[in-house]
């Protein structure tokens, strides 16, 4: 679709695309591309604003609001860890403390949070208070969970380790406040959520989950990284399935 605005603001200018490409340094056929419809690139775009003495939002709309949204995405991520075993335990406390509406987890096992029982005390304190606890764990019996364990070089022990963890979360999975699902989902990321803060475990073909990066990001406005996880963890648990009692 041609830029109307902007070939209108050449006209009331007096200024042909020739004369613009000359004054921006680019090829007339670039210019022309504009004007058809193709977005510059911003120092172009700024240039090309300042000399038609109009606003480049008025010019470009689309172009800046995206590029407000990759800037507030940006200030989205807190910190980026090279391995899960390199996080903090005191971020996961702080991150579970801090929910006052929400906490999910989305993860095959889970084995290391199910072992940390400071943690788990957190969490049953959390669900005590009015806080929604939410955890989402593999089904072992899954096809999936076997093929994962093959990709990480542990076999049939990935379907162990949710065994081992959900006797583990026994006592949580009977506290008031806490929901446990089981879900066939391929993981392409664990996800630890707090209200609208997120720490992302990612998977990699070939390491297993404490080996691989992790992100820790808070939802702002106007970003949308934390929002696709936190949205991933709802279509998550739609699909998913209430476990059997023990």
Do not use: C
């Amino acid at each position: 679709m041609a830029n109307e605005r902007l070939r209108t603001a050449l006209l009331e200018n007096g200024i042909t695309p020739h004369e613009l490409a000359s004054e921006v340094s680019v090829d007339t056929k670039t210019v022309e591309r504009w004007v058809k419809g193709r977005t510059p690139h911003r120092r172009h775009r700024y240039q090309v604003a300042t000399r038609l003495g109009v606003d480049e939002g008025y010019l470009w709309p689309d172009a800046l609001s995206r590029e407000q949204v990759t800037t507030a995405s940006a200030s989205e991520i807190l910190a980026v860890y090279p391995h899960r075993t390199e996080v903090p335990r005191d971020v996961w406390q702080r991150l579970f403390e801090s929910a006052e509406e929400e906490i999910g987890v989305l993860v095959y096992a889970g084995l290391f949070l199910a072992e940390d029982r400071g943690l788990l005390s957190i969490l049953r304190k959390k669900a005590a208070n009015g806080v929604r606890v939410r955890f989402l764990v593999g089904d072992p019996d899954d096809r999936n969970i076997g093929d994962r364990g093959e990709q990480e070089g542990v076999g049939d022990a990935m379907a162990a380790k949710i065994r081992n963890a959900l006797v583990l979360y026994g006592p949580l999975r009977k506290a008031a406040g806490v929901e446990f699902r089981a879900h066939r989902t391929v993981l392409y990321n664990s996800i630890y959520r707090s209200d609208e803060t997120v720490l992302v475990n990612t998977h990699v073909y070939g390491f297993p989950a404490p080996a691989a990066p992790v992100w820790h990001l808070r939802k702002v406005a106007g970003g949308e990284i934390a929002g696709i996880y936190l949205d991933s963890f709802e279509t998550v648990w739609e699909t998913a399935a209430p476990l059997p009692e023990d």
